[in-house]
């Protein structure tokens, strides 16, 4: 029993050491890097790293910001970084990123995957943190939960679901009966 004591306290005293390196290499908080240059050197020096390209004027980068930023206290084994994809036209030619936002999971310095847009997280601007954390879970964040399968949404009593009518490429409503030659 003594053994099992003294292990458990040994891989604590390890886990508290790795997770002050990690904090002194900026895990642990959300922030810009201010060039390619700069962004190199972070995915170098670091085995997890969540990449949020982003550009100021689109919205939905400010909506993936604010998950990110709680994520990245949470999830201390995982640098979380952002980058200007106006200050770095060659990385995002480099890395075809065509869609913002766009997350870049690098493991070991290699780009694992892409989270393009809002489609993986269940493709609505409302999505939850934790709907964020499981997808980032599936490459490079220790995640606690099951990963065969997302976390439910749930629905807000505010949503409402509204009928899109289908239309024709010149606008008009759809009609099964347009080739009867009315013309």
């Known amino acids: 029993m003594e053994r099992l004591r003294e292990r458990r306290l040994e891989a604590l005293k390890k886990w508290q050491?790795?997770?002050?390196?990690?904090?002194?290499?900026?895990?642990?908080?959300?922030?810009?890097?201010?060039?390619?240059?700069?962004?190199?050197?972070?995915?170098?020096?670091?085995?997890?790293?969540?990449?949020?390209?982003?550009?100021?004027?689109?919205?939905?980068?400010?909506?993936l910001d604010k998950h990110l930023a709680i994520l990245a206290k949470k999830h201390v084994e995982t640098k979380f970084i952002k980058l200007n994809v106006e200050k770095a036209p060659f990385l995002t030619e480099r890395l075809r990123i065509k869609i913002i936002p766009t997350l870049a999971l690098v493991l070991d310095g290699k780009t694992k995957e892409y989270v393009v847009g809002f489609t993986d997280l269940g493709n609505t601007d409302e999505f939850s943190t934790e709907m964020l954390e499981w997808r980032l879970g599936c490459a490079v964040i220790n995640y606690s939960g099951s990963l065969m399968e997302p976390p439910t949404m749930t629905q807000r009593s505010g949503t409402k679901i509204r009928h899109v009518e289908k239309k024709t490429i010149r606008g008009k409503a759809y009609d099964w009966d347009s080739d009867s030659g009315d013309d």
């Open 17 to 63: 050491h790795q997770k002050q390196e990690w904090l002194s290499k900026g895990h642990g908080e959300y922030r810009e890097v201010p060039s390619e240059k700069d962004f190199f050197t972070e995915v170098k020096d670091t085995e997890k790293v969540v990449c949020h390209f982003y550009r100021n004027s689109t919205f939905r980068c400010k909506i």
